[in-house]
């Protein structure tokens, strides 16, 4: 079974500045694999998606994230953080099972950023 | 154009109460899906429909129900409302093997 880790619970970083949010998975083969965001009272949007290709996904609101399989990461990527980024974000690892495609969550990154 | 749409947004009730939760979708996608949000952000699935066919039940108790009238629609009937079910609920969908779209989610507050 696939399983994904967010280390960081909370992050608070400045406007302007640069932001990773880190993500770990566990799964034997290649897995498919995503960055959501959840704007307080909001569903969750997706931001980006990786299911095979190229390693530097661009996603939407100029995030980026990299697939590296050496390190069994996918770390969400902005280079200018803007107020309006404020939110949770989650990433989720997906995988074949029984035919079908089984996503897991993390337990999510909160993000405050500061004037 | 919502693609995937819930409600009510928000439902407060008393113990030992049944209501239910209706979901949506424009997109055509196949499946279909439940989510709960406990008060932690922590986000697990409950069921999962394919094309009106259960396809994913994970450990929920019986009180929760899916239904899935057709693959557009996937409503979620829960019985005897415990304390404990307190939680945002979400719905989802996919084409196969795609990524989640998820509705706006339905507060629910057990008092």
């Known amino acids: 079974a696939q399983s994904v880790t967010q280390p960081d619970i909370h992050i608070t970083v400045s406007e302007g500045a640069s932001l990773e949010l880190r993500c770990n998975y566990s799964?034997?083969?290649?897995?498919?694999l995503f960055w959501y965001v959840q704007s307080p009272g909001q569903g969750l949007q997706l931001l980006l998606k990786?299911?095979?290709?190229?390693?530097l996904v661009q996603g939407i609101k100029g995030f980026e994230a990299e697939f590296k399989r050496s390190q069994s990461s996918f770390n969400l990527r902005k280079p200018s953080v803007h107020w309006s980024d404020a939110a949770e974000y989650f990433c989720?690892?997906?995988?074949?099972?029984?035919?079908?495609?089984?996503?897991?969550f993390g337990i999510g990154t909160k993000l405050q950023v500061i004037p | 154009d919502t693609a995937v749409s819930q409600t009510p947004k928000y439902l407060v009730t008393q113990m030992g109460n049944d209501k239910s939760i209706k979901c949506e979708q424009n997109l055509g996608h196949d499946t279909m899906y439940w989510y709960k949000q406990d008060s932690k952000k922590f986000l697990k699935i409950m069921f999962s429909y394919n094309n009106k066919e259960l396809i994913i039940n994970e450990t929920v108790p019986n009180r929760f129900s899916p239904k899935s009238p057709d693959k557009a629609h996937l409503n979620l009937h829960i019985n005897s409302l415990e304390l404990g079910d307190s939680a945002v609920y979400f719905c989802?969908?996919?084409?196969?093997?795609?990524?989640?779209?998820f509705g706006p989610g339905t507060r629910l507050t057990v008092l």
């Open positions: 799964y034997g083969a290649t897995p498919y």
């Open positions: 989802a969908s996919s084409q196969e093997g795609g990524e989640r779209i």
């Open positions: 990786y299911f095979s290709g190229d390693t």
């Open positions: 989720a690892v997906g995988a074949e099972s029984g035919g079908y495609q089984k996503v897991t």
